[in-house]
């Protein structure tokens, strides 16, 4: 036998066990792929075997979505994209948690930093807008401690007027009662059962009453409060035009027609409450007396 017969069985032997050893390698790959239990596909139950390189979480890392065998061949999403390993995932994982660690953006005051500025940022609306609500209510305080003085002042007018007007036809309604019982009186001395010394010795009496009784009766006259101006007066004094923005000049006909804006503030408002509701209108009756 040659020497070149001899070494032929040796280096398919060599060959068979670098072709063992790397399938003994795989094999430990695999089984530590295998230990690697990331959970179940929701869609397929199938286990994550890999983790898909072309659909991102965020752009600008590496890959994060964990995909099964079923997800790459069949899944609408992933279908034929390529793929890398749990451990390759692992491997990247790592690396960038170690990026952002001498980054410092994991550090504590890495976003206790960035919570302060929004914590400020918190305080200061929650600032203006309780200003904003104490002038609201305060504004409206005066407005309506206005409205209510205005309101206090109008019924007391309404009342003094009206009661001066009653009393004046009360004063009258006293008048004829007591003409109503001088009839009454005459009446009962005109009976027959009145002697004539008792109808002689008030002749002045009957007298007196009869000429009452013959006063013509006289119409008066009452001017009571009919109506009340519920508008506001507003003062022209204390009026200033806002001027509107500038813009495409209207026709001259819808420049008349558009009202203007006019600024009121809250001093010359309460004023112009203080003349809220002022009469405007009396109703003149007659009435006999």
Same mark, same amino acid.
């Given at each position: ?47 994550? =075997? ?58 504590? =005051? ?17 600032? *203006? ?8 209510? #305060? ?34 309604? #006293?008048?004829?009662?007591? $003409? ?41 006259? *009452? ?53 809220? *509701?002022?009469?405007? =209108?009396? $109703? ?6």
């Amino acid at each position: 036998m040659s020497t070149e017969e001899q070494k032929r069985p040796a280096e398919k032997k060599g060959q068979a066990g670098s072709a063992e050893g790397s399938a003994k390698d795989l094999a430990s790959e695999d089984a530590g792929a295998q230990l690697l239990d990331v959970g179940l596909c929701t869609e397929h139950q199938r286990p994550f =075997e890999a983790i898909c390189s072309q659909c991102k979480t965020y752009p600008d890392f590496p890959p994060r979505r964990l995909v099964c065998p079923s997800c790459v061949m069949f899944g609408p999403q992933h279908k034929q994209h390529p793929v890398i390993d749990l451990q390759e995932g692992l491997k990247q994982l790592r690396t960038e948690l170690y990026s952002q660690l001498e980054r410092g953006k994991l550090k504590v =005051e890495y976003t206790e930093s960035v919570l302060l500025d929004i914590r400020q940022a918190i305080l200061t609306c929650d600032q *203006m807008k309780n200003k904003l609500v104490n002038g609201i209510n #305060e504004s409206f305080t005066k407005l309506i401690k206005s409205i209510k003085a205005r309101k206090a002042e109008l019924l007391g007018e309404i009342d003094k007027y009206f009661e001066a007007e009653r009393t004046k036809i009360v004063a009258n309604e #006293e008048v004829w009662k007591q $003409k109503q019982k001088l009839c009454q009186d005459l009446l009962r001395l005109n009976n027959s059962t009145a002697t004539d010394a008792e109808l002689l010795q008030n002749s002045r009496y009957v007298f007196e009453s009869i000429g009452k009784l013959n006063e013509p009766i006289k119409f008066q006259e *009452m001017k009571l409060i009919n109506s009340l101006n519920d508008s506001l007066i507003i003062s022209a004094a204390a009026v200033k035009y806002v001027e509107p923005k500038e813009q495409k000049e209207p026709p001259e006909d819808e420049d008349e027609q558009k009202p203007k804006d006019i600024d009121i503030n809250l001093h010359e408002l309460i004023l112009m409450l203080g003349r809220y *509701m002022e009469i405007s =209108e009396y $109703k003149s009756l007659q009435y006999k007396a």
